[in-house]
């Protein structure tokens, strides 16, 4: 592979010193990024390529700001050649009203059983980047993606992608690359850090997001944040965007381009009711950081050439520590590429539309010694700072005040699943209350239904409870009712839930049990309460019977409640002609 990166200033530039001879078309894969972005300016560039050789391809992009050489530039020219020596190079414009349905063409066109790698170029207005490569993952999720969404300088007004046959507004610009030799790895930065609480989308249309927990998300971004960061909205969620948690693993981040009267956002890629969610802040020293810790990763993989496809939005945030990110990439192998409107990746078989990221594709064309590099794996990169006071004191202030957040939050989610929880049991013996067990005995209702099983109750009371507690003290009857609470809890199953009504009446409902069944394990009960004895003081043992009524939920009930006055009744019938015994309704 030959490559042949260059930057021009201006548009005479290019047409002075651009050169395209000697090459092999069918093997030339070749990259424009233009910070000239209206589009007579694009017609030049595009006849000045074609004068200079009109056999060769091209797929192009207007950008929000060029990289090359590790630096930024800006209203400049980026014209990447790579000659491959294997690799067949395809490419092809592709529109439709339908984003989704344009994914799937795209990977219905391009993709053979050879393809290592596509790169896409989506204008970054019109077009939904998220649908598109939707569309692209049902027909092949295996193959590579990368590029991004054309930018304006920033501008959010008009975009273009281009290639040798025209210019355009709406659309995408593709290429494949099809071989046998080629290694190509994807990767992406983004390390913006989370902070506060994770919270779920609950009222989004694809990419504008209406409302986070219930609440409207300008209003949310207010609450938390603070009046300055929800009045310069969206502007502001470029230094706290939210931050979406994939299953795997994989962080991407949400940035808004346009704020609604009604308070709603406009992000760049899609999200869905139920997506898990937090705030992410920009933290300069640790982004940095972890870039450059990833360089020796990178490197490793030798690849000949490294095609960057960064966010805007991170360049606006990072400024002039832009370069501290890019410069040490560029170490690697020669790099270019652009500043984008939305990140194209691939992980893990996905591919997502990314936003503040840093994304690239390495690539080198190589015999075997270093198709084995590739499979080398990688040992852990320390997360441990250079020692520089200057940096590190920045870094730890940020880091010890989202730790400080992160605790208190979760402490405060423990305090409120404990307070959840005491709302729901007893205070003594610490089973369901009778409100809870309500709660509960509806849900295992619906479930026994739906499966056809039979569901039984059993209502129990301590006998003669009256005389225990005025012969003993309200003490050791206390400690009868905890001790038989725990016989109720280990002889029944896991799956049965066990209640103290009130005073020293209990109920267990039995799911998936019949009425025999409930028989026999009431019995076992009583049995195993007539045999307890419980050492009181003086090494005196006491003890004490309890009564029980057993009943089944009729088919037709929709509710415990029936079922439970039955089995109270049989309780009743049990102390009326006894105690100490079970009777069955
Ligand atoms: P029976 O066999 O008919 O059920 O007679 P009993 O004496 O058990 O029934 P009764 O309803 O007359 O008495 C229940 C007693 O339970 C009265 C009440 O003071 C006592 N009690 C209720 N709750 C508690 C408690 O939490 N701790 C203690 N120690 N006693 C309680
Ligand atoms: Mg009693
Ligand atoms: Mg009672």
């Not at 501008?155 to 046998?180: E, H, P, Q, R, W």
């Not at 050791?476 to 209640?499: A, C």
């Amino acid at each position: 592979m030959k490559v042949i990166n260059n930057n021009y200033l201006s548009i005479e530039d290019l047409d002075k010193n651009l050169d395209l001879s000697n090459l092999d078309h069918k093997r030339t894969l070749v990259q424009v990024f233009t910070g000239f972005v209206l589009e007579e300016e694009i017609k030049q560039i595009q006849s000045i390529i074609k004068a200079k050789n009109p056999k060769i391809s091209f797929i192009g992009s207007t950008t929000a700001g060029e990289i090359f050489d590790g630096k930024v530039y800006e209203n400049s020219i980026n014209i990447s050649i790579v000659q491959f020596d294997d690799t067949i190079v395809t490419q092809e414009y592709f529109i439709d009203n339908d984003d989704y349905k344009l994914g799937t063409k795209i990977a219905k066109t391009l993709f053979t059983n050879k393809t290592k790698a596509t790169i896409l170029f989506i204008d970054g207005m019109y077009t939904n980047g998220s649908d598109v490569l939707d569309g692209i993952s049902t027909i092949n999720n295996q193959v590579p993606l990368s590029g991004g969404l054309a930018g304006d300088n920033g501008y959010i007004d008009i975009t273009f992608v281009f290639d040798k046959n025209g210019i355009y507004s709406k659309g995408v610009v593709a290429v494949s690359l099809d071989s046998d030799k080629l290694n190509i790895f994807t990767q992406y930065e983004l390390n913006w850090q989370a902070i506060g609480q994770t919270m779920t989308v609950t009222k989004v249309e694809k990419n504008r997001l209406y409302e986070i927990n219930g609440i409207n998300v300008s209003e949310i971004y207010e609450k938390y944040l603070g009046k300055n960061v929800g009045d310069n909205l969206p502007y502001s969620a470029t230094e706290f965007p939210l931050l979406k948690i994939q299953d795997d693993g994989l962080e991407v981040c949400r940035t808004f381009t346009h704020k609604f009267e009604d308070g709603s956002l406009l992000t760049i890629g899609n999200l869905e009711v139920g997506d898990k969610v937090r705030f992410a802040f920009g933290n300069i020293d640790l982004v940095l950081n972890n870039t450059k810790n990833n360089i020796n990763k990178y490197k490793s993989l030798e690849p000949e050439v490294l095609f960057i496809y960064s966010c805007t939005s991170r360049r606006t945030f990072l400024q002039s520590e832009i370069s501290s990110e890019l410069e040490p990439l560029n170490k690697i192998a020669p790099s270019i590429g652009f500043f984008t409107y939305g990140e194209i990746f691939h992980y893990k078989n996905k591919n997502s539309l990314l936003n503040i990221s840093l994304t690239f594709l390495g690539m080198s064309e190589n015999n075997s010694s270093k198709q084995t590099i590739k499979k080398t794996t990688f040992e852990e990169q320390s997360n441990k700072f250079e020692h520089n006071f200057i940096t590190n004191k920045h870094y730890l202030v940020l880091d010890a005040l989202t730790n400080l957040t992160n605790t208190v939050i979760s402490e405060l989610e423990e305090a409120k699943q404990q307070l959840k929880d005491q709302a729901n049991r007893d205070y003594l013996t610490g089973l369901y209350n009778r409100r809870y067990f309500n709660t509960v005995a509806q849900d295992i209702i619906h479930i026994s239904k739906r499966q056809n099983k039979p569901v039984s109750v059993i209502m129990l009371d301590i006998d003669k409870f009256k005389n225990i507690n005025d012969t003993y003290g309200h003490s050791v009857g206390d400690e009868v009712i905890k001790t038989l609470s725990n016989i109720l809890v280990e002889t029944t199953r896991k799956s049965d839930i066990v209640s103290r009504f009130g005073g020293e009446e209990f109920a267990i409902l039995l799911p998936f049990t019949n009425k025999d069944g409930a028989f026999k394990i009431a019995q076992k009960i009583r049995q195993t309460v007539e045999n307890k004895k419980i050492n009181i003081e003086n090494n005196k043992l006491l003890q004490f019977t309890i009564s029980l009524g057993v009943d089944i939920m009729d088919e037709s009930e929709q509710s415990i409640e029936k079922a439970l006055n039955r089995a109270d009744e049989a309780l009743y019938i049990a102390k009326e002609t006894g105690r100490n015994k079970v009777v069955v309704k």
